[in-house]
């Protein structure tokens, strides 16, 4: 069958991940819904409803435009492997289901889809505090970090390389949980994580103790001492209270990397980590040691605990000053209106793909590469 149509209502609710089991349950992983992308109107205007609470909270805008098209640049590049390639998640998790399961749960089964809402849950836990964990796996996923901004565009700043390390964790779920399932609730549980990357919603009350909330998750996007590794969860906030990574926002949180990188090329910022790693095993003595680079924290170096030390965390001073170089307004004005072009040619290029050649496929991939990476270094004034 052919993907269900979904109506505005089950997409902002979807959002929200309070979609039930009888509207978002079906029998095929072909019938799900792509409920990511058909949430981009959705984003677009929380964006603009963020910016405008924010205007009348604090007579300031919710971010800055050259970090906002920085994290829209990554979130592009992120998705433009799925024009050419299936996604690995969903099929390796079907390879195993269709060779291996042991049962076969039912997949109308409301049993079914909260058990999956837990287990998809579990599993990106898991996931995140590893890729916080282990350094060939933190030089992905700090391009999510990599923001100075908490807003929704940071919600959207991506890595391209996280997805092709992700799906081994799901593949035990596929033992038993139905693909169709799994489908929906991987969509709904990176979708919830949108809306909680703001500071215009501040205290969710009673709610804070099981969800997820936008409170918990500034902290885990913090540099502060107290904020490094803390609050992994996706949707739920109950595995970092059993595991012992939670922590409650207390002081002012600062956000970014606690070594800011500086910069807003989309690939600089998506391949650096990666050039350091190199350089770092190289540099490094000694076969065990050089491993580690790989396999440990971030932080480890020779004759340190796997995580690093917490002292050589920089200390937080309160006069921390975002990267923003200055810029005449009309160059802000032209990567404004350009990038708007771009976003425009890949939402066409998603809508078209089937019906281009290859060659044409890759021209287009090419030119929205060079595009974005242009932008980057206009708005830094290059």
Sequence with gaps: GSPRATTPGQQLRALFYVLPPGESSFRTVEEVPDYV?????????????????????????????????????????????????????????????????????????????????????????????????????????????????????????????????????????ALFIPPSVFAVHLQFNLLYQFWIHTEVITNLGPLEWILNTPSHHRVHHGRNPYCIDKNYG???????????????????????????????????????????????????????NKLSVIFKGPGWGPGKPRLGLPEEIPVITGKEVPFNPSVPAYLNFYAVVHFAVIVDLYTELLGTVTMLSEGTILLRIGFIILSLTSFGLLIENK
């Design 37 to 173: 992308e058909k949430s981009i109107p959705f984003f677009i205007a929380f964006i603009g409803l963020e910016f405008a609470v924010s205007w009348v909270q604090k007579r300031k805008l919710a971010g800055r435009i050259n970090d906002g098209i920085s994290s829209l640049s990554l979130g592009i590049l992120s998705r433009l492997p799925d024009v050419l390639f299936r996604s690995v998640d969903l099929i390796s998790y079907i390879y195993v289901w269709n060779n291996y399961r042991l049962i076969e749960l039912p997949w109308d089964s409301p049993w079914t889809w909260y058990l999956t809402l837990l287990g998809v849950d579990f599993v990106y836990y898991c996931f995140h505090r590893i890729s916080h964990e282990v350094n060939i796996l933190w030089a992905a996923h700090q391009v999510h970090h990599s923001s100075e901004d908490y807003n929704l565009f940071t919600a959207l700043r991506q890595s391209v390389l996280q997805k092709y390390t992700s799906w081994i964790f799901n593949l035990p779920m």
């Design 234 to 288: 996706g949707t739920l906030i109950i595995w970092d209270r059993v595991f012992g990574t939670f922590e409650a926002e207390e002081a002012k949180v600062v956000y970014g990397l606690t070594h800011p990188v500086n910069s807003f090329d989309p690939i600089m910022l998506q391949l650096r980590p990666l050039v350091h790693i190199w350089n770092t095993f190289w540099a490094t003595p000694g076969f065990c």
